[in-house]
């Protein structure tokens, strides 16, 4: 595991913060069973990350490792369901948030599908859940290529590699405390090795001095002094899932009237909804604090793992016409990003792997509630996608919150943009409410394009 692998892995032990991903294809018709299985098993032969699970290290500290799971079933991975009546979206957003709540076992892959019949009476979807440490989005989408007709070829995924040693596997030694001394030493060596870059990019001349002034900024950009709002305080592990579908040229043109990308656009709508729900409930609020993930891969790296890191911005919530607010958006995700490097986020990463679990899982989320929003945008299908012959007709991702009041976030499909809220009923009392004010704020976006 690399370390923002393992720091999205041990996670897992604070429902608050349990980070699953869940993707959901909503598909034309059913696609035959035998044909899904079918192309889900291609699916982990290509990728093999998902026929391994994660061997963590003897002291819970420093980079636990893939191990390929011997007793690996895909029939403990994919499943087949149906719809109760009357089979509409909210049944089906129902068992989305039972499936994404749910813990995976640790002595397998953490990862599961299930083919849902009986949507909208002669529709069906495919709901993926997998773990973060698997992999980012684009990893997943690799993948879920192998689920369609025509789908990229398997050089994309990367080629198989050996499979990492198994920490806690028997040791044939001449003894218990030799094997478990071994372990041990594994361990330290590994703190060591992470410590050793640690202070190698803090302190070394020249280009890698630079490089520790970057990690520095970042780490202050990810720590700075948070105002959240009272109005979002209260935090549960309680999931809330909704969706929405907006027309992708109509973000893009509203982005290019007011001169940003079309990330900042749907951003900056997502703040509007924010706007509309503080002033409702009698609250004026300059900013809120977001979350943004940044992608840190190469175009032509599609392999498993996490490439990915995170900035932090004041989300302009105040009372400000939809331009406005897109430009300010634009202008304090462009300051955030030329903080991010990926050598520097690499090493903190690794770095921030050494917390023991214990004390990380009690840290992280302390750290991560001053986070009110975070808003995620991944990569999406081709239009022409089919799920074991069966077309996809739309997609709708939704992310883990990490302890915010709420993660949103969105996938392109064709023309499409699907659009997945995680709420914390906890910290939005009114979903519904809340819903309305988001589908207001789009259309206003858009109106401006």
């Not at 699916?43 to 799971?69: C, I, K, N, Q």
């Not at 105040?318 to 690499?346: F, K, Q, W």
Request: glycine share 10%; proline share 9%.
């Amino acid at each position: 595991m690399s370390g923002t692998d393992t720091l999205f892995w041990r996670l897992s032990g604070n429902p608050l913060t349990r980070p699953h991903v869940t993707w959901l294809w909503l598909l034309e018709s059913p696609p035959e069973w035998e044909d899904f299985v079918r192309a889900c098993d291609g699916a982990t032969r290509r990728l093999p990350r998902l026929r391994h699970r994660v061997a963590e290290t003897p002291l819970r500290t420093g980079t636990p490792s893939w191990t390929p799971d011997t007793g690996f079933r895909l029939s403990r991975h994919v499943h087949r369901m149906r719809l109760p009546a009357p089979g509409g979206q909210r049944e089906l957003l129902d068992l989305v948030e039972w499936r994404a709540s749910a813990a995976f076992d640790p002595l397998h892959p953490p990862w599961e599908i299930t083919l849902v019949e009986g949507y909208q009476r002669d529709r069906a979807a495919a709901v993926l859940t997998w773990h973060h440490s698997v992999g980012d989005a684009v990893t997943i989408v690799a993948a879920v290529r192998r689920l369609m007709t025509g789908g990229a070829p398997a050089e994309t995924a990367g080629p198989a590699t050996a499979p990492p040693r198994d920490p806690s596997a028997p040791h044939s030694g001449p003894s218990r405390r030799t094997a478990v001394s071994r372990l041990v030493g594994d361990a330290a060596e590994e703190a060591r090795t992470a410590l050793r870059a640690g202070v190698r990019a803090l302190t070394a001349p020249g280009a890698t001095g630079a490089g520790a002034r970057i990690a520095g900024g970042a780490v202050a950009q990810l720590l700075q002094p948070l105002s959240s709002s009272p109005l979002l305080a209260r935090r549960s592990p309680a999931l809330h899932y909704g969706l929405l579908t907006v027309s992708l040229p109509g973000l893009k043109a509203a982005g290019k009237a007011a001169g940003v990308s079309v990330t900042s656009a749907y951003v900056s709508a997502i703040l509007g909804a924010f706007h509309r729900y503080h002033d409702h409930h009698g609250f004026v609020r300059d900013t809120v604090p977001v979350l943004v993930p940044v992608s840190l891969r190469e175009p032509h790296e599609t392999g498993a793992g996490n490439l990915v890191a995170a900035v932090v911005i004041p989300g302009p919530v105040g009372d400000l016409p939809a331009r406005a607010r897109m430009v300010r958006v634009h202008d304090a995700v462009a300051e955030a990003r030329s903080l991010v490097a990926r050598g520097a986020c690499t090493v903190l990463a690794g770095m921030g792997a050494l917390v023991p679990r214990p004390l990380y899982e009690r840290l992280a989320p302390l750290l991560l509630r001053r986070i009110d929003v975070v808003v995620t945008s991944v990569p999406g299908l081709p239009a022409t996608a089919r799920a074991a012959g069966a077309a996809v007709v739309n997609a709708v991702p939704w992310a883990p919150r990490g302890g915010a009041a709420a993660n949103i976030s969105m996938a392109s499909h064709g023309d499409l943009c699907g659009i997945g809220t995680n709420l914390d009923p906890a910290a939005i009392t009114d979903p519904g409410l809340f819903h309305r004010f988001l589908e207001d704020s789009f259309e206003e976006t858009l109106g401006h394009g």
